[in-house]
């Protein structure tokens, strides 16, 4: 907010800055003064906290003090990023004219406002990733959403139920959020409450969105874009571009059309699946995610496109099928695999480049790298063209290298450009006859003069004639008295000395008006040009646009084919069945991490809703069972984005919805316990099936008590086995060997186990998957792989047979020769006629005098005494 005027002495740049702060009173105003970006107030404290620089005081009248907060203008680049990500709206005032020219107080004004969501600036941007502006508003139970990219000129919409919504936020992830200010208590759950900035609730109208798009697309309507019926959308894009008036962006040329987000047409992933899944980012910081793993692109284009297939694998088997094509001709041919990868590392961003054309705010080193990007175009266009592949040799044709602009650029830029506009040099020599004479000038400002001299001296035959300058009279002919007689008519007195007379000359006149103002014209004749060049350029943003999206493609694709290529992938292949059958699969993140010595046992996955519905995976903790289900559901996301995958083959039928219900969390901010985590996500699960989903589920019901877990689970795979209308394929990680009953109850349930093999009590990971569940979860030996005190081991023994003991109940089992759809009463553990002996057995060992190892060796010997007496 403003500072308080109280003292009648304020200062009249403390005015000034008041005035410019009630325009953008919610945002950090970084005030020009001098070589220095000041902050005044409560701005000033913020800034300083946040940016660890020093706060001050100074005067402001008569007897009042304000705080103060400054860096140097130069240091604008680091220090604004670090606001920006702290969540500030900056506001940028800059001196609109030039000190030295002006008495009194210099004009300022809003230069940029720069948000979370709105930016250009590179040092707060990602190269990888999009900055998205969203918008929200609701109507009835029915939610629009729009999202923006200003530094791309991306501009989106959807509506949809409040799932959809949230998958939206979670998968583009917005930096900043919108929406209205009744709706605030209705978006602050589903959003961070840090992003969100609320409009007033009159913007949020459906004509005013709807004359807003068709105002700013200069177009009678909206069908065009194919949004013409997304009512609750429309509202949320008209938002933004009010917004966009609002903060002080106006020139948008670069935002040329809108579109939907066609749910239909991609794979359903929750955020509880895209966390779970690690697809984006990894939960642990030292390790990878998919997205890590997968992405070999080279420009920032196509790593910002496979962000987006990622997030959005396809459903339509075609689309699918094009991808695929692709990657497989560059496969067939390495060698120029390996030249477009050369040539793709020498292209800039020319997406956002060709946007800072549009709002000119390029700089002419960029200018440079657009050249140099659309050269390197033309050369990724020679090799499709020779590719001798018609799918590459056709997609050639749809490459506009722009080669006018690239020319034209090069025409005009000189290589060793500066970054900025206004210190001269950026054009060549020989474009603009009045620039060449005035570097001529300024170069070689005593040449000239000499060469002035000579010719009047020649002209006039005074020998001892002389040009001089002084800060009074300018650049003057100095003649001494002797020659007086010799001097022209034309030349115009100036001076007289006791010796000598000084005089001024027409074409002296001139020169000394060209030399004095030579750097100055200079400057704002480069300026001219530049804007004459950016507008000519400016014509050309949507073929460099097309171009920017075609050459993201290409590299999509190609890293695909270069990560397949050096990582034994094979061609997956996308049916229509209710079926996945997976010979070989890896897990790619987990392969990624180990060394060159050890080597990923890779599994066999099938599933079909006719005989193999839902696998039950018991095994061991640390076995590999979350890394096998979570394998699966990495495969798929790859196939139907349109890659290759780590398996020696892959025949998938198409998944619309992937669900995952993985890993232990809290959220102990929302009141929410680690099971209560767990049974939200499961429900969300339970509640939005389809007949194409698949469902991973590991480890269902371990943070309750045992009985309770077991329920829970038992009672989830017969909903997913008997629910009415889908038949979604599940893959069920369990420690519960209990639930192996389950397959002689359900048709469609069988059992596999990972496998382990036991040694003199120590078990070893083989990390196989095999038919058959186990009986045994193996929790005390995982604990001694742990490390845990041999004392504890051996309790842990007693403590499991007595609980085993007094769990038994007796129960009238019915005959189970038949399949029944209702859950059997369970047998945990038989009884034990030998428990006794046994027991005795164990209390006669001494704890402090048997050697660890052997007490251990004793007790697996009894142990398989217990396991044989059936």
């Known amino acids: 907010m403003p500072i308080k005027e109280n003292n009648t002495k304020v200062t009249p740049l403390m005015k000034q800055y008041n005035a410019i702060k009630k325009e953008h009173p919610e945002a950090l105003l970084l005030f020009r003064v001098g070589d220095f970006y000041e902050t005044f107030g409560e701005d000033a404290i913020k800034t300083s906290k946040t940016l660890d620089i020093v706060l001050t005081k100074r005067a402001n009248g008569a007897a009042s003090h304000i705080e103060l907060a400054g860096f140097p203008h130069h240091a604008l680049d680091n220090y604004l990023p670090k606001l920006i990500n702290a969540g500030y709206r900056v506001a940028v005032c800059d001196q609109l004219e030039d000190p030295k020219k002006t008495k009194g107080i210099v004009k300022r004004g809003i230069t940029e406002l720069v948000t979370p969501g709105l930016s250009l600036n590179d040092s707060v941007l990602e190269p990888k990733k999009n900055n998205y502006l969203a918008s929200l508003t609701k109507s009835d139970h029915v939610l629009g959403i729009s999202l923006l990219d200003i530094s791309t000129g991306e501009f989106v919409l959807s509506r949809g139920n409040k799932d959809l919504i949230e998958k939206i936020l979670y998968s583009f992830k917005p930096s900043e959020i919108i929406c209205s200010k009744s709706d605030k208590g209705f978006f602050n759950p589903l959003c961070d409450n840090k992003k969100l900035f609320y409009l007033d609730d009159w913007i949020y109208k459906i004509g005013y969105g709807y004359d807003k798009l068709t105002s700013f697309f200069k177009v009678s309507n909206l069908k065009g874009y194919g949004v013409e019926e997304i009512k609750e959308g429309i509202i949320s894009a008209g938002a933004i571009l009010f917004y966009l008036e609002s903060t002080e962006h106006i020139e948008l040329g670069h935002i040329s059309s809108i579109s939907r987000i066609d749910n239909d047409n991609h794979m359903w992933l929750d955020r509880f699946t895209i966390n779970n899944l690690e697809i984006i980012k990894p939960l642990n910081e030292q390790s990878y995610s998919l997205f890590d793993v997968i992405n070999t692109t080279t420009t920032p284009m196509g790593s910002r496109l496979l962000n987006k297939w990622i997030i959005l694998p396809l459903l339509k088997i075609k ?52 050249k140099h990007s659309l050269i390197n175009i033309s050369e990724i266009k020679m090799l499709l063209k020779h590719s001798n592949d018609d799918l590459l040799m056709n997609f050639n044709k749809e490459i506009d290298a722009c080669s006018n602009i690239s020319d034209l650029i090069e025409k005009n830029i000189k290589e060793g450009a500066p970054l900025a506009t206004n210190q001269g040099g950026i054009f060549r020599n020989g474009i603009h006859n009045e620039l060449d004479e005035l570097r001529k000038i300024s170069r070689s400002g005593k040449d000239y003069l000499l060469k002035i001299q000579n010719q009047e001296i020649k002209r006039t035959g005074i020998s001892s004639l002389k040009i001089a300058f002084n800060r009074v009279f300018g650049y003057y002919l100095e003649v001494t008295n002797v020659h007086k007689e010799k001097v022209p008519e034309t030349w115009i007195r100036k001076q007289t000395l006791v010796n000598a007379e000084r005089y001024i000359t027409e074409d002296l006149k001139l020169y000394e008006e060209k030399i004095l103002n030579a750097e100055e014209k200079i400057i704002s004749l480069e300026y001219e040009l530049y804007q004459n060049l950016i507008s000519k350029i400016f014509k050309n943003v949507k073929s460099i646009q097309k171009t920017a999206k075609k050459i993201a493609f290409i590299d999509c694709v190609h890293s695909f084919a270069d990560l397949a290529f050096s990582s034994n992938f094979c061609r997956p292949k996308l049916t229509n069945s209710h079926s996945i059958d997976i010979k070989k699969g890896r897990h790619i993140v987990i392969e990624k991490s180990f060394s060159p010595e050890e080597v990923y046992i890779p599994n066999d996955i099938y599933l079909d809703i006719k005989d ?10 640390m076995s590999g069972k979350s890394a096998l289900i979570r394998q699966t559901a990495l495969i798929i996301i790859m196939a139907q984005m349109g890659a290759f995958v780590p398996a020696s083959s892959a025949k998938i039928g198409i998944i619309d919805k992937i669900f995952t219900r993985v890993g232990a969390s809290d959220n102990i901010s929302q009141g929410d316990s680690t099971f209560m985590v767990e049974m939200n996500e499961t429900a969300s699960i339970m509640n939005n099936l389809s007949s194409r989903s698949l469902v991973l589920m590991d480890e269902i019901g371990r943070g309750t008590s045992t009985y309770d877990g077991i329920s829970i689970a038992w009672s989830i795979v017969e909903f997913l086995h008997n629910h009415p209308q889908f038949k979604p394929l599940t893959l069920f990680a369990t420690h519960y060997h209990e639930l192996n009953q389950l397959a002689k109850q359900l048709q469609r349930v069988n059992n596999f186990n990972v496998s382990v093999k036991e040694i003199n009590n120590e078990i070893l990971f083989l990390r196989k998957l095999i038919p058959g569940g186990t009986e045994h979860s193996f929790g005390i030996n995982v604990a001694q792989l742990a490390g845990m005190p ?9 403590i499991l047979q007595s609980l085993e003991k007094k769990s038994i109940k007796k129960q009238n089992q019915k005959s189970l020769n038949t399949k029944t759809k209702s859950m059997e009463p ?3 553990f038989a009884p034990n006629p030998k428990f006794e002996e046994c027991r005795k057995l164990l209390k006669d060992i001494d704890i402090n005098e048997i050697n660890p190892l052997q007490a251990l060796i004793k007790l697996s010997e009894i142990l398989e005494i217990l396991k044989g007496d059936k």
Do not use: H
């Open 612 to 621: 193999q519905q839902i696998i039950i995976i018991t095994g061991p903790n």
């Open 319 to 370: 689309e699918i099928n094009k991808r695929q094509e692709f990657v497989q001709s560059f496969m067939n041919r390495t060698a120029l695999m390996k030249d477009v990868r050369d040539t793709l590392k020498n292209i800039y961003d020319i997406e956002r480049i060709i946007s800072k054309v549009s709002v000119n705010r390029v700089n002419p080193r960029e200018l440079i790298q657009l």
């Open 826 to 828: 369970l047998t945990v």
């Open 790 to 798: 041999n004392q504890i081991l051996l309790r842990s023994y007693e």
